[in-house]
């Protein structure tokens, strides 16, 4: 506020209060204009921002969805495979005792033929060979089962192994046979 009565008179004047009515107008409508141009260009920046928002919040939603669909597809294989692996380890630890029982007969068998073949005399030593053969194979395929069993998935192999000594100890068994029927029909020939 002036206390000068120059200015005062100048201010009420009816001219000079006109023309700064319509500037003081002006500014105001400059200034209303810019903060409309400025509110618009905020919300349209907002718009933005709430469009990125959603879109954001869209592809996590998209990215929970799949990761959860990818846990549950893992967790489904995974009770699978854990399924198959008991049953398959069922299974092996079956085959497995089928085989050491197969083991036991076959080593009773075996010294069987060693009593068997002590009469023979040149085809006890080819038996007695073949024997001694099939028994380091057969200590071999037992230790390999003994390593083996932590690895059940390699019995399949195994099992051809014994079957392959199983075939042998009942050829051998069969020469032996034969061998002792020779032996003993020599022992009546020469008895009679």
């Given at each position: 506020?002036?206390?000068?009565?120059?200015?005062?008179?100048?201010?009420?004047t009816?001219?000079?209060k006109?023309?700064?009515d319509e500037?003081?107008?002006?500014?105001?409508?400059?200034?209303r204009?810019?903060?409309?141009?400025?509110?618009?260009?905020l919300?349209?920046?907002?718009?933005?921002?709430?469009a990125?928002?959603?879109e954001f919040?869209?592809?996590?939603?998209?990215?929970?969805?799949?990761?959860?669909r990818?846990?549950?597809?893992?967790?489904?294989?995974?009770?699978?495979?854990?399924?198959k692996?008991e049953?398959d380890?069922?299974?092996?630890e079956?085959?497995?005792n089928?085989?050491?029982a197969a083991s036991?007969?076959?080593s009773?068998r075996?010294?069987?033929?060693?009593?068997?073949?002590?009469?023979?005399?040149?085809?006890?030593?080819?038996?007695?060979d073949?024997?001694?053969?099939?028994?380091?194979?057969?200590?071999?395929a037992?230790?390999?089962?003994?390593?083996?069993?932590?690895?059940?998935?390699?019995?399949?192999?195994?099992?051809?192994?014994?079957?392959?000594?199983?075939?042998?100890?009942?050829a051998?068994?069969?020469?032996?046979?034969?061998?002792e029927?020779?032996?003993?029909a020599m022992?009546q020939?020469?008895?009679?």
């Open positions: 506020m002036t206390d000068n009565p120059n200015e005062r008179k100048i201010s009420e009816p001219g000079v006109s023309v700064l500037a003081a107008e002006r500014i105001e409508a400059t200034w204009e810019k903060l409309l141009r400025e509110t618009g260009s919300m349209t920046e907002n718009a933005l921002l709430m990125q928002v959603d919040s869209r592809k996590l939603v998209e990215a929970t969805d799949r990761n959860e990818l846990e549950a597809d893992c967790n489904e294989r995974i009770a699978f495979i854990e399924e692996f049953l380890t069922a299974s092996l079956l085959e497995n089928e085989l050491h036991v007969r076959y009773s075996a010294k069987e033929l060693d009593r068997q073949v002590v009469q023979l005399r040149a085809e006890a030593e080819a038996m007695a073949e024997i001694e053969r099939l028994r380091v194979e057969r200590d071999a037992l230790k390999a089962q003994a390593e083996l069993s932590d690895a059940l998935l390699a019995q399949h192999d195994l099992m051809a192994a014994v079957a392959a000594l199983k075939d042998r100890l009942a051998s068994e069969q020469r032996a046979a034969a061998a029927a020779k032996v003993e022992t020939m020469k008895d009679e």
